[in-house]
């Protein structure tokens, strides 16, 4: 999984191959990015503080998370359904994600 400014593209990891590519997701342009702990979600964090959830298999928007007041800096799993984001706005939230 890699993810650009507008696009999140999902790669084979043993050949190398472009599986699928994800375009127009986000509002803004995707400041970071990451799976779920089962690999089924990938969280978009955005330049205006949106976080946004979709399922992995097909793009699919499933929800929205409460949103910063600034660029999401870094997102992280940090359990079951625990996601953590951290934004230029100098606030660290903790999301119930499940």
């Not at 994800?22 to 955005?46: E, N, S």
Request: charged content about 20%; glycine content about 12%; hydrophobic content about 40%.
């Amino acid at each position: 999984l890699t993810g650009g400014v507008e696009v999140v593209r999902v790669w084979n990891a043993l050949t190398g191959e472009l599986v699928k590519a994800f375009r127009g997701l986000a509002r803004a342009d995707i400041t970071d990015f990451c799976l779920d702990v089962r690999g089924r979600k990938f969280i978009l964090g955005t330049l205006d503080g949106h976080i946004e959830v979709y399922n992995y298999q097909n793009g699919q928007h499933m929800k929205s998370l409460q949103p910063h007041k600034g660029e999401i800096l870094h997102l992280a799993y940090g359990g079951a359904t625990t996601l953590v984001s951290i934004a230029s706005d100098k606030l660290i939230k903790v999301h119930d994600e499940g």
